[in-house]
């Protein structure tokens, strides 16, 4: 088998164990690459189906084709579509760009709070109504145990520590220090009350792993990753007020390809572009502790 | 702007570049000894590190007023920098010429075992760091033993920091010696010994003029040298069956068997059978998504089967082929095993076995030997196994698994231990115990001997309520409105002034078992409900309960926990169990009016209710 063949019977065997072990399982889409390619994995281990529920945190600061992109995927492929949003924090504007808050509180605030409260079902959720194709308002869901991710351990330091199946307490906090052994693919499926679980299945996935599969799988991706003719792209996907396009001229999947195996980005840490990392040394980790995906 | 466009979904082509194998190597040895620096060295000198990662570490260095060493690439979290040791094992990307390697750089501290063999037992190859100076250590040799029991046949040792020994070939050989000597006790023989220093970068990725005495192989070309493991597509085929997957409410018919082919290959039309139960069948497509059709699959692949016929399988059993030789069945094991877990591991308590895709109650039957695995002395007559130990163990589980020895398949061959929800343990399976008696059957005849009887008899109740007390077990798919028929039997048998009661599975499980997870503890329940058979026909009344989908091991276990009790089954619909005939079966509840008839007329013929008349 060559590594992309590898790396996909892994995370295909991963995403079966979380299905059969959790319940009240979720799958974060944050519409990026990295879980659009998770996704299409889940279809690949369903066999064409998407039995699990997709859960996108909407800080309502996306770039507007995402969520169109967003939308005309979860039709297509019959998605359960649940978005989650802080709304008190939008409504009474505490975000950095109405100017009320740091980058990091930001994401604090309207990615780490609302993916929690979300999560556990104390928020209201909004649901994809297929029939009407209008999101619908809910509140007093169940808690989901099993959160899968698309995290991947190239991308920074404390990502490359994970483990396949990682447990989270009740505060969701994550303890490095001690995180329960994992081997020969046996995970962590067994919990105490009132914690869950992340489970990343592209953790041994690298960026250009991502591109050479969505080429090999033909898996459509918004078009923001592309150079429409001003010599700019998204290398990453983000808010639009803390997310800055590279400059390239990559216009599809090969040029992206190439560009990473030896063009300007082969040795460009891929977050570069993303300012709320940069606000103190360990900005992710610092979030990561808290809750971040 | 343009609008999103989605492409069709097309069948993936299969891509024009040359194809490249991935590898996971581990980094293992003794705290200090030099791990990280290995591998930071290695991502430097072949370019593979993001820029933004080196510049970003270096200018920490610098505002910290600490200087820079390679390490810090790795031990990127605050903890480890401040400790100056890495906690968890971390994965590294690299690329050489002839293919993709993923590097885990595991902790050398004791206190981090769990975190070195989870990073170890994810890899293919390792490489052992010696420091020179300080020489073989404890975590050398553990860690050495370990990877064994691993399941890692490919090892190189690395003899690091010969620059602060004067490159000195004299102490290196000292080395070598001394450690050949560990390795061969525990059956491993090392690829090869390098000395480097990877401070300076000396056999790293070129050979260095340091130390000229030296001609081997660098550390870089010694990786490129492992081999992957190819022989397990030559092995029997096995592929536990980790789920049964019918989407039927999206327009699925297909009832697909899905796992992972661990070894062998298998294809369209071949039988294959299924353990522990010994159900076959044969193999009607191989299923995945947006590929082209498929005659054959083979070792690594996660994929899907269906059958040609329906035969009733369920996630956990093992999947092997007719005319190959199959796995072993039994409840009884002998395991070396490690244990990783805040409690020492006890006799006569319940943990759950994990191995391949089965899950079951185990308990550890007796301790043979404990291995002080960095000294290889033994120890017998303990009755506990303490953390970091390693053991020669006997397991019982609670029904029947299927497996190899490890030797021969080391897929199929080991499992985790769970000890209050986290894996506490891992085994290697080194011989099946045949046993004539189960843990259930030595517990009733334990249970019967010390059973305090009461002055009144068995036939003297019979006689006061006029029936012969039984079980009536209902069993049959879930949602087949068993419960609706338990009670309504129940009326029925009550209207007629029988001493009759419906157990509910809610009640049950609401009342003496409200302090065990149903869902993962299905044998644990059926076990309970056996015990509580036994007490109501004990006391002389038809006790009426229904289970889904019971296997022949689970109603062999009900009605032996019910014993000297009486157990009559009811089946509804398809089965699982081969081993016995229902005393009824109805193949449709259609009018529950007429399945109560038939159920009591069986009654009647079989003498539970004697005085019945139509």
């Known amino acids: 088998m060559d590594h992309l063949e590898t790396l996909e019977s892994q995370s295909v065997f991963i995403l079966r164990e979380a299905y059969r072990q959790f319940k009240q399982l979720v799958m974060l889409w944050s519409i990026g690459k990295d879980s659009t390619v998770l996704l299409w994995l889940a279809r690949k281990a369903f066999f064409g189906h998407a039995p699990i529920p997709l859960m996108h945190i909407d800080t309502c600061f996306k770039v507007p084709e995402m969520i169109t992109y967003r939308d005309e995927l979860a039709r297509q492929w019959k998605l359960n579509m649940i978005v989650g949003k802080n709304t008190a924090a939008l409504e009474s504007k505490q975000t950095f760009p109405d100017g009320n808050s740091t980058r990091l509180e930001c ?187 | 702007m343009q609008g999103t466009e989605l492409k069709k979904e097309v069948v993936a082509s299969s891509g024009s570049r040359a194809k490249r194998d991935q590898m996971n190597i581990v980094i293992i040895g003794h705290v200090d000894h030099g791990k990280s620096t290995v591998v930071g060295r290695l991502l430097a000198d072949t370019g593979s590190l993001p820029q933004g990662k080196l510049a970003q570490v270096k200018a920490q260095c610098e505002r910290n007023a600490r200087p820079f060493e390679y390490a810090f690439l790795l031990d990127a979290l605050q903890d480890e920098q401040a400790q100056g040791i890495t906690i968890d094992s971390a994965r ?162 297909r009832r697909i068997i899905a796992g992972r082919i661990e070894t062998g290959a298998v294809s369209v039309g071949e039988e294959v059978v299924f353990y522990p139960s010994g159900k076959s069948s044969r193999i009607a497509s191989i299923e995945e998504f947006n590929v082209p059709v498929k005659q054959s699959a083979f070792a690594g692949k996660s ?4 059958l040609e016929t329906q035969i009733y399988v369920v996630p956990g059993e093992l999947m092997a082929k007719s005319g190959q030789a199959g796995p072993k069945t039994g409840t009884q094991l002998r395991a070396n095993i490690f244990w990783l877990g805040k409690h020492p591991l006890l006799g006569h308590k319940r943990y759950k076995m994990k191995l391949a895709g089965a899950q079951v109650p185990v308990w550890l039957k007796s301790i043979e030997t404990v291995l002080d695995a960095s000294e290889l002395t033994t120890e017998s007559n303990r009755q506990q196994i303490e953390r970091h130990e390693v053991a020669q163990c006997v397991f019982e589980t609670l029904k029947p698994v299927a497996f190899d020895l490890a030797p021969d398949i080391a897929q199929t061959g080991r499992f985790v231990l769970i000890d209050n929800y986290e894996i506490a343990g891992g085994g290697i399976i080194t011989d099946q115990i045949e046993t004539k008696t189960s843990m259930i059957a030595e517990h009733v005849t334990r249970r019967s001997e010390q059973w305090q009887r009461s002055n009144i008899s068995a036939p003297q109740r019979a006689a006061r309520y006029g029936q012969r007390a039984a079980m009536v077990l209902i069993t049959g798919d879930a949602g087949t409105g068993k419960a609706q028929l338990a009670k309504a039997l129940e009326t029925d048998l009550f209207a007629g002034s029988r001493a009759v009661y419906y157990l509910g599975l809610s009640n049950s499980l609401l009342g003496v078992d409200s302090d065990i997870d149903h869902l993962g503890e299905r044998d644990e329940y059926l076990r309970r409900l056996g015990e509580i058979a036994h007490l109501f026909t004990d006391a002389g009344i038809v006790l009426i309960t229904t289970a889904s989908d ?57 003498k539970y209710l004697p005085e019945y008349n139509l």
């Open chain 1, 107 to 293: 994401c604090a605030s309207l990615k780490s709070e609302a993916l929690k409260k979300t999560l556990s079902g104390e928020w209201p959720r909004w649901i994809l109504d297929h029939t009407t194709g209008e999101y619908v308002r809910r509140v007093g869901g169940e808690a989901f145990t099993g959160v899968i991710v698309g995290a991947r351990a190239d991308e920074e330091g404390s990502r490359s520590k994970e483990r396949y199946f990682s447990a989270r307490d009740k505060q969701s906090d994550w303890d490095v220090g001690d995180q329960p052994p994992e081997l020969w693919n046996q995970f962590k499926t067994d919990f105490a009350p009132g914690t869950h679980v992340r489970i990343h299945p592209l953790l041994d996935w690298t960026e250009l792993n991502i591109w050479e599969y969505i080429e090999r799988e033909n898996i459509p991706v918004t078009d923001l990753y592309f150079d429409r003719g001003q010599g700019i792209r998204y290398r990453s996907l983000g808010c639009w007020p803390c997310t800055k396009p590279v400059e390239s001229t990559a216009r599809n999947v090969q040029e992206i390809i190439e560009e990473l195996r030896s063009g300007k980005f082969a040795n460009i840490a891929e977050r570069s572009g993303r300012e709320q990392d940069k606000e103190d040394g360990n900005g992710l980790e610092t979030l990561r502790r808290r809750g971040y995906m």
């Open chain 2, 92 to 253: 590294c990307f690299f690329k050489s010429a002839s293919r993709e390697y993923i590097i885990i750089d595991a902790p050398g501290h004791i206190e981090f075992l769990k975190n070195m063999i989870s990073g170890a037992a994810r890899a293919e190859a390792a490489l052992l760091v010696i420091d020179a100076k300080e020489g073989v250590r404890e975590n050398s040799r553990r860690h050495g033993y370990l990877l064994g029991m691993l399941g890692i046949k490919q090892v190189a040792v690395c003899v690091n920091k010969l620059d602060l020994v004067g490159y000195d070939k004299g102490v290196f050989d000292a080395i070598v010696e001394e450690y050949s000597q560990f390795l061969a006790k525990t059956g491993m023989v090392p690829k090869a010994f390098i000395p480097i220093s990877a401070r300076y970068g000396d056999n790293m990725i070129r050979l260095s003029e340091n130390m000229g005495w030296y001609n081997g192989v660098t550390v870089l070309g010694t990786l490129d040298g492992f081999t992957k493991e190819l022989s397990l597509r030559d092995k029997v085929f096995r592929m536990p069956v980790q789920d049964v997957y019918k989407f039927t409410a999206q327009g699925d018919d």
């Open chain 2, 550 to 606: 019971l296997d022949d091991h689970e109603l062999e276990m009900l009605a032996m926990l019910n014993k000297p009790g009486d157990t009559v089954v009811v089946n509804i619909g398809p089965r699982r169990f081969n081993s016995r005939e229902p005393d009824l079966q109805i193949n449709d509840i259609g009018s529950r009016e007429d399945v109560i008839i038939k159920i009591k007329e069986m009654l009647s013929e079989q």
């Open chain 2, 303 to 306: 994929i899907g089967v269906t």
